[in-house]
């Protein structure tokens, strides 16, 4: 096995990565953009030698436990799977958009599950817990206005409806920082002689079937299960996660359909904000584009 290594690569790697974990460790607002390219020392040393990078990631989690900090040691975990995730597409020549699917799904399943685990460990606060302040606000305006009781149901909802909502901007987020690393990062592996595509028109996009199955039995198993259960929060988690991927696939049907007729560019912004706008309406329209083929049914006529 250790003939297998190549320690200069590996050390480069591991030294990177211990400096990626001393900056957020001590200075979070600087780690936030070094985040950005802490998945770029293990995907060229993937490249090189699969052994290095499994060595490299012992060695530096073993450097992460000792700063006693589980949100560093949490980060390194979730770093250390997306770089072999997108390191691996890259040799599977997957288009750019998909490393963008998968790398935003595995990256929200396992940050949501972390702080689902966080939680029950009591390191981190539940969403009821983080929106106290704003719940103490919506009580005093409450007293001070001296509101109806439905005009209170309703900043008492808007309290509850942004709570539920917080995994949902989670993913979002994610989404929005795999964009911008994969950005940041493609011509850069291209300077170390990595082969990385670019992205494809939105109307190309096309996310695999397994997405409807697997959205399907999440959905079969929240309604099966009891609210605020194990298997009910992993299940909800696993519909936030794989409803926002439904909704970037309805938006590629949008697109697809403008392409089709020939719309105006700024016709084809129009539709495709609608629906950003209309969420709820362009998940279903993923959905069934996924499940039946929409796509290929327009093409056929």
């Known amino acids: 096995m250790f003939s297998k290594i190549q320690f200069k690569p590996m050390m480069l790697c591991t030294l ?16 936030l953009f070094v985040a950005l390219f802490a998945t770029l020392p293990g995907i060229i040393l993937w490249h090189r030698s699969i052994h290095s990078f499994g060595l490299s990631t012992f060695i530096t989690f073993i450097f992460a436990t000792l700063t006693g900090n589980v949100f560093v040691m949490s980060f390194m975990i979730i770093t ?13 020549r997957a288009s750019k958009e998909r490393i ?34 704003y719940q103490a606000i919506v009580d005093q305006t ?19 409806q942004l709570a539920i909502q917080i995994p949902g901007m989670v ?11 994969l950005l940041i990062i ?12 670019v992205f494809r028109p939105l109307y190309l ?39 926002f991927l439904l909704v970037i696939q309805g938006l590629s049907f949008i697109h697809y359909v403008c392409a089709m007729n020939r719309l105006h560019i700024s016709l084809s ?20 584009d996924i499940g039946l083929n929409l796509k290929s049914m327009i093409n056929k006529r």
């Open 142 to 160: 409450i007293a001070m206005q001296e509101l109806d009781k439905a005009s209170q149901e309703v900043l008492n909802a808007s309290v509850q």
């Open 16 to 31: 990177a990565w211990i400096l990626v974990i001393l900056v957020i460790h001590f200075i979070p607002p600087l780690g």
């Open 186 to 197: 493609c011509p850069i592996l291209r300077k170390f002689k990595i082969a990385t595509p």
């Open 269 to 288: 912004i129009l539709f495709v904000t609608l629906g950003i706008i209309f969420y709820p309406l362009t998940r279903l329209i993923g959905l069934l």
């Open 205 to 243: 996009w096309q996310m695999q079937r397994s997405i409807f199955i697997i959205y399907a039995i999440a959905l079969l198993v929240g309604m099966a299960t009891e609210p605020a259960t194990t298997m009910n929060s992993i299940s909800v988690n696993f519909q936030i996660v794989l409803g």
């Open 80 to 92: 250390f799977v997306i770089s072999a995730l997108i390191a691996r597409m890259l040799q599977m």
């Open 100 to 133: 963008l699917y998968m790398t935003t799904f595995v990256s929200s399943i396992l940050t949501l599950g972390v702080i689902m685990l966080l939680q029950s460990m009591q390191q981190l606060p539940y969403a009821q817990e983080l929106l106290q302040p």
């Open 171 to 181: 993913v979002i987020t994610l989404a929005i920082f795999m964009f911008v690393t």
